[in-house]
């Protein structure tokens, strides 16, 4: 039961919970125009078979704002439904953006961009490239510059690849660039009208939620609490790890083993109640239904379809409503276990969700419902899993291909710790370590974007005009590799951030050179615990054994694919030696 639990919960096969490669932006059109059983899927005009998919990323499960990427899945159309759609949706659209063009002295001086069509902008052209949407980004912004926009159907986005840039945006005029946009209506019904962390608009909502989960539950005295769950989720992880080793010649997968362990440890700071394996299993299976209800739709970006939509909406309706029952019961079991002290032995002593039961702040007397219970604990476990394994991935990965560095990491560990297992004191004193860790950030931020931002007010940035409904979007990955911020970006060095010198500030605050966490006022609050998490990882993965690649001596590929975050493109096998 529990390696079947085991492999399901953390396999990043396309129908995993966590990741969802294979779950494509899919226009289903409805009986009403469709008059067959076809799912019709949008695709390349120029193509019938386009590979990748654009989809919506981080944004799509911590976010319910709008970065949203549009998928593109390998499709036939029959030429008759796509002739009788596109015309129809280019009339339709013709005929609105004639009625409501404004006078050429009333528009917006927006960002240069790509020429796109009428109302649909440049959406059939990110589709047309066959590429995922950070791949379309980085092309064009050698044409367009470091920050341009792309209209996406209704919707006006502005991307920012420039650390000056950020920085001036995001610390320098910090409160003016601090909120979400609006999003859909299915991710309303998620977020509960933006009741959460990440989806609350820059105000005093967002404040007091903000506020309550960074002092009460994300502080460092809080985060040394929880070093229990730590170490056991690490035993488990490195116990896996030699138990899959042994029964397939020393292959192991990482990043499934990876984001099991951290599921736990955020599972049991969530809830602080023990679950069994059957528990794990079901919130992985709740969590992957709400990831394929919230992936971007057509009507997200062109809602004059959304009518043909009823289904689908009805569908979400009824993934949230089990969504809530399932977790409220978890959740009622914990307040049980306070309300009731010593009724539940296996109970632990904190949990965020204490600090939730009470919450009031200014401006709203009641204590969240059980709904806002089940998005304010959604989204604690959707934030710090698939990134916090993806980056460990990608650490694992470039230690493979740069032994040096492994080797030099080990040597670290070996002189701080001896022959005990590494803990999260001995970390502390790693300065190696701590490079390694910031490399992997630099180069593979687990978000290629960060999450979508907002204007509070109309705005002007670099001369350009930023409208209040346009969702600003901050290229991290193009700012980590970009060759005027750094030397040699391709190059996988730790050692820059030592003998070479070359500091950055993560949080972005005394200057922008690397932003995998955000910066500013929405910078992500889990930063403190991810990087627990990652050094702790890393540490004990490399002191247990040594990595190398699989089949052997094969190259790595270090291309991306666009899931949750943007996870390695064939997902990472090493063989591993166990170091005694
Ligand atoms: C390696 C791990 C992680 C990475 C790379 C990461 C990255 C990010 C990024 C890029 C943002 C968006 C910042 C912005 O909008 O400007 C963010 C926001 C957020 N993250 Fe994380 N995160 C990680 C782990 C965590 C963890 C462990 C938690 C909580 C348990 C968490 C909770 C959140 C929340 C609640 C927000 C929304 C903040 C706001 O809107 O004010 N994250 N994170």
Redesign the pocket.
Known sequence: MHDKLYDQLTTTHPNNAFTLANVVFIIEIPPAISCSCHSYRLSSPKTTSVQHHSRLP?SSL??TNTMSLLSFSPATLDPYYHLFFTVLALFISGLIFLLSRKPKSKRSHLPPGPPGWPIVGNLFQVAQSGKPFFEYVDDIRSKYGSIFTLKMGTRTMIIISDAKLAHEA?IERGACFAS?PKENPTRTIFSCNKF?????VYGSV?RSL?RN?VQNM?SSSRIKEFRNVRDSAMDTLINRLRTEAEANSGDVWVIKNVRFAVFCI?LA?CFGIEMDDEAIEKMDQVMKSVLIVLDPRIDDFLPILSPFFSKQRKRASEVRKAQVNFMVSFIEKRRNAIRNPGSDKSAMSFSYLDTLFDLTFEGRKSTPSNEELVTLCS??LN??TD??A??VEWGIAQLIANPEVQTKLYNEIKSTVGDRKVDEKDVEKMEYLHAVVKEL?RKH???YF????AVTEPMTLAGYDIPLDASVE?F?HGIGEDPKVWNNPEKFNPDRFISDGEDADITGVTGVKM?????????????G???V??HLMIARMVQEFEWTAYPPNSKLDFSGKLEF?VSMKNSLRATIKPRV
């Open positions: 981080f911590l976010s995001l979400r959460s962390v990440n989806a609350a967002w903000r989960m994300l955020l700071m989204e604690f934030g710090g990134t916090t993806t980056a950030l931020p687990p978000t960060v999450l979508s931002h901050f991290s932003m995998p966490f955000g910066v500013g006022r929405r910078i992500c609050p889990g930063l615990l991810a990087t998490h990652l975050t």
